[in-house]
T-cell receptor, first 114, second 117 residues
Framework: AQSVSQHNHHVILSEAASLELGCNYS??????LFWYVQYPGQHLQLLLK??????LVKGIKGFEAEFIKSKFSFNLRKPSVQWSDTAEYFC????????????FGIGTKLQVIP | EAGVTQFPSHSVIEKGQTVTLRCDPI?????LYWYRRVMGKEIKFLLH????????ESGMPNNRFLAERTGGTYSTLKVQPAELEDSGVYFC???????????????FGEGSRLTVL
């Protein structure tokens, strides 16, 4: 069964620091990868996604993620975080093709200190 | 365009009682998913509807949980009888086509928090 591992459960950074959140998945087939974010008091929303093509994908609010197939990884990065990035971040994976379920990681809580 | 709506936002019941959660997906989305998050744990898949059919219900914990999606529109998730370990936040999400690079995205509701005492 596919699974998603997020190694950093709680990250605290100062504003302007760089961010990298790790995500590894366990399925060896063709997958589609996602990062979702949940800001305080809001619903989960898509940050970025990878289906195919350029393994470096850019999302909203300056976030990007790199798909490294050989490492089964899809790490999320941002060069300079802001206080407004304080949120919980979830990596997710689905098998390619339609009608597939999406499997989520445990989530990483990011706290950005002004 | 209305998003995914869930009701109730919070429900507190006693062990042994019944609770029914409702989800209204985005209009036109054939795919509807139920997830549950217990505090500190991952967002765990429960089941997936395509229109009114259950595509995958492998995540349903046991037969105390019953999900329906009559007519392929809104869905309900009933827990009967509720146990303490059923407490958590139940998320509903809908998607047009999760496998489509252009539209592949889950749209989430705000969740229904269930507390079983």
């Amino acid at each position: 069964a596919q699974s998603v591992s997020q190694h950093n459960h709680h990250v605290i950074l100062s504003e302007a620091a760089s961010l990298e959140l790790g995500c590894n998945y366990s399925y060896g087939g063709t997958v589609n990868l996602f990062w979702y974010v949940q800001y305080p008091g809001q619903h989960l929303q898509l940050l970025l996604k990878y289906f195919s093509g350029d393994p470096l994908v850019k999302g909203i609010k300056g976030f990007e993620a790199e798909f490294i197939k050989s490492k089964f990884s899809f790490n999320l990065r941002k060069p300079s975080v802001q206080w407004s990035d304080t949120a919980e971040y979830f990596c997710a994976v689905t098998l390619s093709g339609g009608y597939q379920k999406v499997t989520f990681g445990i989530g990483t809580k990011l706290q950005v200190i002004p | 365009e209305a998003g995914v709506t869930q009701f109730p936002s919070h429900s507190v019941i006693e062990k042994g009682q019944t609770v029914t959660l409702r989800c209204d997906p985005i209009s036109g989305h054939d795919n509807l998913y139920w997830y549950r998050r217990v505090m500190g744990k991952e967002i765990k898949f429960l089941l997936h509807f395509v229109k009114e059919s259950k595509q995958d219900e492998s995540g349903m914990p046991n037969n105390r949980f019953l999900a329906e999606r009559t007519g392929g529109t809104y869905s309900t998730l009933k827990v009967q009888p509720a146990e303490l370990e059923d407490s958590g936040v139940y998320f509903c999400a809908s998607s047009q086509d999760i496998g489509d690079p252009d539209t592949g995205e889950l749209f989430f509701g705000e969740g229904s928090r269930l507390t079983v005492l």
